[in-house]
């Protein structure tokens, strides 16, 4: 995009014999050197070299400034004070402005180029005399500088950009004009701060010249990753990496966690200083055997009360014999009847006769059994 050109007073002036017309009241006995004051703004063809001015006299000031011995000393604006004075009622352009040169118009028709910022009425005088030609007029140059813009962009994961500065800064660019102004382009450097980060073109320059068109320049940016890995001594990966991605200007702290069945020989604290270079650490494990508890004693068996003896069974009192049913007998004495209870018993023997029916039905059966099982026998036989 080429710049917006300049126009004060709607005066186009292509560089020509008729821009060192002197101007008709200068008197070469006069004591003042005039001093005029343009704003500039260069038109370039395709090839880049300049084919015109465009400016309007005296922007900067009413009226030219005279150099005698009284105001014997000349100073071009600061490029602050350029900004100052363009940043109000200047449509045309906005951007930033500096000090180009000068060049000398004597009353002979020649010219010449000077840069200095500075000029004084003794100097300028001493140049007549070597010279033997008068200064008819000093044109200084004043004109936009050519722009450059930095976009800083951090590059995330997915691939999509976050921007963490934009930085816009001003320059002359190098151009020439036969016997107007020469001017030595100057350049624009990337932010120290790039440093901190990995570019993601390493091909990319830190200088950037200055040209007649404003540059905008994307600057793409990494932070660096950090790993960590986990082995056994013999390099055999234990668990899954950890990825990282550090904090500018913070210290990475990183405490390895604990895998069971195995401690930390290597690296189980890492701390380290913030660089922009990806960095890779291991977690070195050793395999432990975890010490068996020792088998704690059984407490003894209670013994056992022994048995504690039953006392001997007590022999029963032996069973008292029922006294037989006594018969009852009654005796009639002539005059009452007296029932007696009185057990029969054998004559002069004392035995009970019912003692005797009981043996007598004992043996009966005993010989009726037996005699049964002798028929039984010889129906066999």
């Known amino acids: 995009m080429k710049k917006i050109k300049i126009i004060v007073l709607t005066l186009v002036l292509i560089i020509s014999p008729t821009f060192m017309i002197i101007s008709a009241d ?36 009413d009226d030219d400034i005279k150099l005698n011995e009284s105001n014997s000393n000349w100073e071009a604006y600061p490029d602050e004070s350029l900004k100052n004075i363009f940043s109000g ?19 002979d028709g020649s010219r010449e180029i000077g840069l200095e910022g500075k000029l004084d009425y003794e100097t300028l005088r001493a140049r007549e005399a070597s010279s033997g030609k008068k200064i008819a007029k000093i044109s200084t140059l004043f004109g936009p500088k050519s722009k450059i813009t930095f976009n800083y962009n951090l590059v995330n994961a997915d691939g999509s950009r976050t921007l963490l500065k934009s930085e816009t800064s001003y ?58 890995n986990f082995k056994d001594k013999a390099g055999n990966e234990l668990r899954k990496a950890e990825y990282f991605i550090p904090v500018v200007g913070d210290v990475f702290k990183y405490k390895a966690p604990e895998i069971e069945g195995y401690s930390i020989i290597e690296n189980g604290l890492i701390e380290e200083e913030y660089s922009n270079h990806s960095k890779e650490f291991t977690v070195i494990y050793d395999k432990t ?18 048995v504690k003896p039953v006392d001997p069974v007590k022999p029963l009192d032996p069973v008292k014999p029922v006294d037989p049913v006594k018969p009852v007998i009654t005796i ?30 004992v043996i009966i059966l005993g010989c009726g059994a037996s005699i049964l099982s002798m028929k039984n026998r010889k129906r066999e036989n």
Request: aromatic share 12%; charged share 25%; hydrophobic share 30%.
């Open 289 to 306: 055997v975890k010490p068996v508890d020792p088998v704690k004693p059984v407490d003894p068996v209670k013994p056992v009360d022994p």
């Open 89 to 107: 009622g200047n449509l045309f352009r906005i951007t930033e402005y500096t000090y180009y040169g000068y060049y000398i118009s004597y009353v």
């Open 332 to 361: 009639d004495n002539g005059k009452n009847k007296e029932q007696i209870n009185k057990t029969p018993t054998l004559p002069n023997t004392g035995i009970d006769n019912n003692m005797l029916m009981i043996g007598g039905i």
């Open 26 to 61: 200068y008197d070469p006995l006069s004591k003042d050197i005039h001093i005029e004051e343009l704003v500039i703004n260069q038109t370039y063809k395709e090839d880049g070299k300049l084919t015109g001015v465009i400016s309007g006299r005296n922007y900067l000031s």
């Open 171 to 228: 320059g002359k660019f190098t151009t020439k004009y036969p016997n107007q102004f020469a001017v030595d382009g100057e350049q624009a450097t990337l932010n120290s701060f790039v440093n901190d980060y990995i570019l993601v073109n390493k091909d990319i320059p830190r200088v950037y010249d200055y040209k007649d068109d404003d540059q905008i320049i994307e600057i793409d940016l990494n932070l660096p990753t950090y790993i960590v």
